[in-house]
């Protein structure tokens, strides 16, 4: 069995590979962004300029009216910290709230950060406001 520092040494080896090859992909000649950054391409030198083909951006559609009250509805997310300082406290004082389970509108998605409602938050506050 392959020791802990031979698995390390050969998985760190594999990503210097892996960014070798991205960095040698990227600088490549033809390719939309170099080290530079984004370069405009211009079309080969022995081809005519009306044989290449000019695309046009897509225009933007109106929203439709039945999407429109969807949108409108569409509730916005906030980070531990931004709900702290909604509340003006300070992230300790947030997080211990947390830790008691006093704030509402709690969002667990699996592999990100926790976040929070702000309308359920917003709506905590004026609740506590008014007692």
């Known amino acids: 069995m392959a020791s802990k520092a031979s698995k390390q040494a050969r998985k760190q080896q594999r990503r210097r590979e892996a960014e070798a090859r991205w960095r040698q992909d990227r600088n490549a000649p033809g390719s939309k962004v170099q080290a530079g950054g984004p370069v405009s391409i211009s079309p080969p030198s022995n081809v005519k300029p009306s044989a290449v083909p000019v695309q046009a951006r897509p225009v933007p559609a109106a929203v439709p009216q039945s ?7 569409a509730d916005v997310v906030l980070t531990g ?4 300082k909604l509340l003006k406290v300070s992230r300790a004082t ?5 830790k008691a ?3 509402p509108g709690r969002i667990d998605l699996p592999g990100l950060p926790v976040r929070y409602l702000r ?4 709506a905590w506050l004026e609740g506590h406001a008014k007692a």
């Open 67 to 73: 999407v429109q009250p969807v949108a409108a509805q």
């Open 81 to 84: 910290l931004e709900v702290a």
């Open 94 to 98: 947030f997080f211990r709230l947390v």
């Open 101 to 103: 389970g006093r704030v």
């Open 119 to 122: 309308s359920a938050v917003v």
